[in-house]
């Protein structure tokens, strides 16, 4: 087979709902060989759900592969689309707590890790936590969701897309102060106006007019798209095409997540990754990710001796076929 081709549609032959808590059930599904190499599939966003696509990249023969959507997304419950969801429960911390949880549920000792984006900072918080639950990381598009991070997403972008991150800032309802925008002026105002328009977002998809939290799912979407318009591969529309209740939840989730700082402490997943010494990992990261620049995945790399970074040149935050190819040659690597 081809390193850029996927393996066929694969069916679960397991599936449920956990109970993690606070009201939460969590949706998971297993697929491939009961008897092959545990791996959980962690998905990005945060909030997007998982996809029966992320199946395909793990040989069914050999790999007994979990998936789940995270708290109040894809088909967990309750369903962060309705704003009196409350997402109190709903952090980093019980995300960690829930994945012990389905591993402890499923019977599995240790577990390869694979996701990216959003997924992959959950990975690594999960493993920094958890190594020796943890038999191999692999990941495409690394973030560590730093504020910098954040920061860059939702602000420092706008140097590159000004006219749409000027129609991101004002469909939060906030004036565009040129001194103070996301990408000029001191560190601290940059900071400042990126957690001022994300706590505005948090609060629009949360309010009791329809109309409000659609105007705001739609310009959060519309600023997501834009960031991406440049990549060679992928939708036009990757962010707005999504459904409308799980666009919503996906918005709801990640403004509640970002302007929090995902409840992580400055820099701590690149501080702390000593303690992923001894766990094997490939990161594949995109050389024109803009979403998620390739810093961080060089940062990562350096700070953890046991991981490899493969950098795709014809690749963004949305992957391409040499991307998904080499994260199908490092899971085959990783099946033993």
């Given at each position: 087979?081809?390193?850029?081709?996927?393996?066929?549609?694969?069916?679960?032959?397991?599936?449920?709902?956990?109970?993690?808590?606070?009201?939460?059930?969590?949706?998971?599904?297993?697929?491939?060989?009961?008897?092959?190499?545990?791996?959980?599939?962690?998905?990005?966003?945060?909030?997007?759900?998982?996809?029966?696509?992320?199946?395909?990249?793990?040989?069914?023969?050999?790999?007994?592969?979990?998936?789940?959507?995270?708290?109040?997304?894809?088909r967990s419950t309750p369903h962060a689309s309705d704003p009196a969801?409350?997402?109190?429960?709903?952090?980093?911390?019980?995300?960690?707590?829930?994945?012990?949880?389905?591993?402890?549920?499923?019977?599995?000792?240790?577990?390869?890790?694979?996701?990216?984006?959003?997924?992959?900072?959950?990975?690594?918080?999960?493993?920094?936590?958890?190594?020796?639950?943890?038999?191999?990381?692999?990941?495409?598009?690394?973030?560590?969701?730093?504020?910098?991070?954040?920061?860059?997403?939702?602000?420092?972008?706008?140097?590159?897309?000004?006219?749409?991150?000027?129609?991101?800032?004002?469909?939060?309802?906030?004036?565009?102060d040129d001194s103070r925008t996301g990408w000029s002026g001191s560190?601290?105002?940059?900071?400042?106006?990126?957690?001022?328009?994300?706590?505005?977002?948090?609060?629009?998809?949360?309010?009791?007019?329809?109309?409000?939290?659609?105007?705001?799912?739609?310009?959060?979407?519309?600023?997501?798209?834009?960031?991406?318009?440049?990549?060679?591969?992928?939708?036009?529309?990757?962010?707005?095409?999504?459904?409308?209740?799980?666009?919503?939840?996906?918005?709801?989730?990640?403004?509640?997540?970002?302007?929090?700082?995902?409840?992580?402490?400055?820099?701590?997943?690149?501080?702390?990754?000593?303690?992923?010494?001894?766990?094997?990992?490939?990161?594949?990261?995109?050389?024109?990710?803009?979403?998620?620049?390739?810093?961080?995945?060089?940062?990562?790399?350096?700070?953890?001796?046991?991981?490899?970074?493969?950098?795709?040149?014809?690749?963004?935050?949305?992957?391409?076929?040499?991307?998904?190819?080499?994260?199908?040659?490092?899971?085959?690597?990783?099946?033993?």
């Open positions: 087979m081809s390193p850029d081709v996927l393996y066929p549609p694969l069916a679960p032959y397991d599936h449920g709902m956990l109970d993690v808590g606070d009201g939460n059930l969590v949706h998971w599904e297993v697929c491939g060989n009961p008897q092959g190499k545990p791996a959980l599939v962690v998905h990005g966003g945060p909030g997007s759900g998982c996809t029966p696509y992320a199946r395909r990249f793990f040989d069914p023969e050999r790999y007994r592969v979990v998936l789940f959507d995270q708290r109040n997304c894809g969801v409350d997402l109190r429960h709903n952090t980093t911390g019980h995300l960690i707590a829930d994945m012990e949880r389905l591993r402890a549920h499923l019977g599995m000792d240790r577990w390869l890790l694979y996701g990216g984006s959003w997924g992959s900072t959950l990975i690594l918080a999960y493993a920094e936590a958890h190594p020796e639950r943890v038999s191999e990381i692999v990941i495409p598009s690394v973030t560590t969701t730093r504020r910098s991070e954040i920061e860059w997403l939702y602000g420092g972008a706008g140097a590159v897309f000004p006219a749409e991150w000027h129609r991101f800032r004002t469909g939060a309802g906030l004036p565009v560190a601290a105002d940059r900071a400042g106006v990126v957690q001022e328009t994300l706590r505005a977002y948090a609060r629009l998809t949360e309010d009791p007019d329809p109309a409000v939290r659609d105007r705001a799912t739609a310009d959060w979407a519309a600023w997501e798209d834009a960031v991406l318009s440049q990549e060679p591969n992928g939708s036009a529309t990757i962010y707005s095409d999504r459904p409308p209740a799980a666009l919503k939840a996906f918005v709801r989730i990640c403004a509640h997540y970002f302007s929090h700082g995902a409840w992580l402490e400055e820099g701590v997943l690149l501080r702390d990754a000593g303690r992923l010494a001894g766990i094997p990992g490939v990161l594949v990261h995109g050389r024109y990710d803009l979403g998620g620049p390739l810093g961080t995945a060089w940062e990562l790399t350096r700070a953890w001796p046991d991981a490899r970074l493969v950098v795709i040149q014809d690749a963004g935050h949305k992957g391409s076929d040499a991307q998904r190819g080499e994260v199908r040659v490092a899971l085959d690597a990783f099946a033993g």
